[in-house]
């Protein structure tokens, strides 16, 4: 008995070291992300010195040393010398693959920055939240919500006219595009991707609907440089469309990226969506590629990161003004359940080409 508990005890104080050692990675990482010396460093084909290093990046060679520190002993980054012993550091291409912005849908290394970024953003909120039950505002997180959309921006730009669209309802929906059709995209944040498929399909009418007052006006003025006459814009609470008479069997086409589990009130949500949806209209969702009950995500390779994430920002915000905190760990089963309450038919639950984080709920309205 003994043996065992000394041995599970060894056990955790090595999973301890680890845990400690992959935090403190985690953050260097994402400062040497967002100061591009992943890019940097890819960029050379032989091992280069700290003052080279520095030198290209425009960056103090002394703090550099230091993050190099934390690179090799981390194993992110190759350590040797040159014939007078001084240090040389090299990013193997196979880390660049997955660590810099070359690297497209397979970067890894951009997530590297959430985790600080909500540190910042909401570490005493969420605490507070312990204590009092109560949600925390979006207003809490404006370096956070930048920093999403960016990554949603590049993401819409790589994969969403050119392989999203082609694979919903089996390809029909692209034809339909082509011909005219009114679609909404629900949660358009700044706009992107309203505006890349008002782009590709000129003959179609899109509108973006939003309940931040400064997405919705970037969005506006983008959409007026870019010359788009078949883009509108409104704000909106996506609980109350369902309330929205002038909005109501307006659309052929909705879409959702990673907005409904952010809702107050999701289930409002989905109901609204089904009413601005024509008869038969279709729905895009998509959404974490989770399961509804923690023993189905134990196992997730990204649990303990998703779940983070989610109790850093998707449920507290669920949660403010007495939302239903949904979080972002809602799962697949719950999400299914939730589009057949709300009115819809047929959901499918679809992989998505190039993105392993969520899944594709496409349904059509009964």
Known sequence: MDKNKDANHQDFSQQMTAILNYGALNLAMGIGYKIRLFDIMDQSDCP???????????????YIREWLGVMVSGQIVKLSHNIQGDDLFYLPKAHGDLLTRRAGNSNLGVYTQEIPLLTQCAMEPVIKGFYSGQGVNYENYPEFQNFMAQLANAKHRDVLVDRFLPSVDKGRLIQRLKRGIRVCDLGCAEGIAVMLMAEAFPDSEFVGIDIADEAIEKARTETCRQGLKNVTFLKSDASTLKDRHD??????????????????????????????????????????????????????????????VSLMHCMPVGLADGGAGLGMMWGRQKAVEMLDQAGFKKVEVLEIPDDPFNLHFQSRKK
């Open 48 to 62: 280069c010195t700290a003052s080279v290093i520095a030198d290209k990046a425009g960056l103090d060679e002394r």
């Open 247 to 308: 909005l109501a069997k307006s659309y052929d086409y909705v879409t959702a990226f990673d907005a409904i589990h952010d809702q107050t009130r999701p289930s409002d949500a989905l109901e609204g969506v089904c009413a601005i949806l024509k008869d038969d209209g279709l729905f895009s969702m998509i959404d974490i590629a989770a399961g509804s009950r923690l023993s189905d995500n134990k196992d997730h390779p990204m649990g303990p990161f998703l779940y983070t």
